[in-house]
């Protein structure tokens, strides 16, 4: 256990490994343009860069935080930032597309260690009255990482190659490794002792792996294949687990708390229906509206700043008001800026899309860290690593559900071709459906963070 003392110093080294993550993933957006010219990916493809990533890191989550339940979260946590700083400096000296994309599904394994246990050791080491304020920290750093990603990324790309952005990941990974085994004393095992759940974590990766991977492939035919399966291994996935003494994921802590479910799922429709934002809007500035990859990231900068102010002062507002209210009003302020971009056309003006990124940032801003100190104190003491995992699993899956929004309405009217002047009215309305489709979620997410503490 962790002295009261050092708690200042763990949140330093949480916050570092927070960083990363989203940084590489806001950052690549830039450099999806240099890549796809490097290796002549074609529009479908090289949404699997961000997807590859994103199903494994969804898929290990939970499985990671129940192992670090039962051996440690701090020895889950540094491999984890270990695994994650070797691949991604393997993508770096990738020598072909489909090994850059299976390199970020390996990358992926480290961020679902990472994310499995972070949230779960800060929220051990901080008491209730101060975990608002400790949760809005780590949540404007991720905004942060958000922020810089495009700025930086794009500089980098611009004048280092996208080479550059993996190289230098790698490097600051590793710092954070050295740092966490300096400050990161003890350990937190909650369930020492006790056996691993081998055949709920499979058919677990099987429910949530047929569900992403058919999402990403509709329209297909396959695609509903796959989702079937995805939505069958679930339903037996959930009835295994409620009869298993020492499960997975312990499904009980929904049953009976409305609280939890719905801030989760809340957490589910936000990711969804704005991740997809970054990858359309950076193949929008630089394809339809020519900017380069620098002065696409100046601009995309502006939400993720938004994201990064807000979000630090809606951490300590928390802490004194109900939480719930702040997530609802983000999420309504999100819907707004949703509305704005399904009207964008090729001659939209600069301040306009300047505005609705602006709205969106404060949107999410409000939402996340609210809603992350409503789930992690929705639960007893001894499931915190299963409520960070779910929020993690919710904010990655929704986010693959994003990409897959977009990957769909690409697939629909671009299809697998290089994004060419010719094809720029059919890349606009792949543009529109995945802002519309974005939109519809928003409203739904709306009505489940509205409706949680309603008797």
Request: hydrophobic share 55%; aromatic share 14%.
């Amino acid at each position: 256990m962790q002295h009261d003392t050092t708690k200042f110093p763990v949140l330093f080294v949480i916050c570092m490994a927070a960083f990363l993550v989203p940084f590489m993933g806001s950052a690549i957006n830039l450099a999806l343009p240099q890549i796809s010219a490097t290796f002549s990916l074609k529009a479908v493809s090289l949404s699997w860069i961000a997807s590859s990533y994103l199903i494994a890191s969804a898929i290990f989550q939970v499985p990671f935080a129940r192992l670090a339940d039962l051996i440690g979260r701090k020895k889950v946590f540094i491999f984890g930032l270990a695994f994650f700083s070797i691949t991604t400096f393997l993508c770096g000296i990738a020598p072909s597309g489909w090994v850059l994309i299976t390199l970020r599904g390996l990358s992926g394994l480290g961020a679902a260690m990472i994310f499995g246990t972070n949230m779960a050791i800060l929220t051990s080491v901080f008491q209730p009255h101060e975990r608002g304020k400790a949760i809005g920290i780590n949540t404007a750093v991720v905004y942060f990482a958000l922020a810089s990603g495009p700025f930086l990324g794009g500089i980098l790309t611009h004048y280092w190659g996208w080479q550059s952005l993996f190289y230098l990941i790698a490097l600051l990974g590793l710092i954070a490794v050295v740092c966490s085994l300096i400050i990161l004393k003890g350990e937190w095992i909650e369930a020492k002792g006790e056996g691993f759940d081998y055949f709920g974590s499979i058919i677990y990766a099987v429910g949530l792996f047929g569900l992403i991977f058919g999402f990403s492939k509709l329209p297909e035919t396959s695609a509903f294949v796959w989702i079937a399966v995805g939505i069958l291994a679930f339903v037996f996935f959930v009835f295994y687990e409620l009869k298993h003494q020492q499960p997975v994921f312990n499904v009980r802590i929904f049953k009976g708390n409305k609280v939890f479910g719905l801030s989760s799922l809340s957490a589910l429709i936000n990711y969804a229906a704005t991740f997809a934002v970054a990858f359309m809007m950076s193949l929008y500035l630089q394809s339809i509206r020519g900017f380069d990859a620098q002065d696409a990231g100046f601009i995309l900068i502006v939400q993720a700043c938004m994201q990064c102010v807000v979000s630090l002062f809606a951490g300590k507002l928390s802490d004194k008001i109900n939480p719930s209210i702040l997530a609802t009003t983000g999420m309504g302020i999100i819907l707004v800026g949703l509305c704005g971009l399904i009207f964008l056309s090729t001659t939209t003006p600069i301040i306009i899309i300047l505005i609705l990124l602006i709205l969106l940032g404060v949107g999410f801003g409000l939402f996340s860290s609210p809603n992350s100190n409503v789930i992690m104190s929705s639960v007893e003491k001894k499931y915190f690593g299963q409520a960070s995992a779910t929020m993690g699993t919710m904010r990655l899956t929704g986010q693959a559900f994003s990409m897959g929004i977009a990957m769909m309405a690409l697939s629909l009217h671009v299809g697998n071709r290089m994004i060419v002047p010719e094809i720029y009215p059919q890349f606009m309305k792949s543009l529109h459906i995945t802002f519309i489709v974005c939109a519809v979620l928003s409203v739904i997410g709306t009505y489940a963070s509205s409706f949680r503490n309603k008797k």
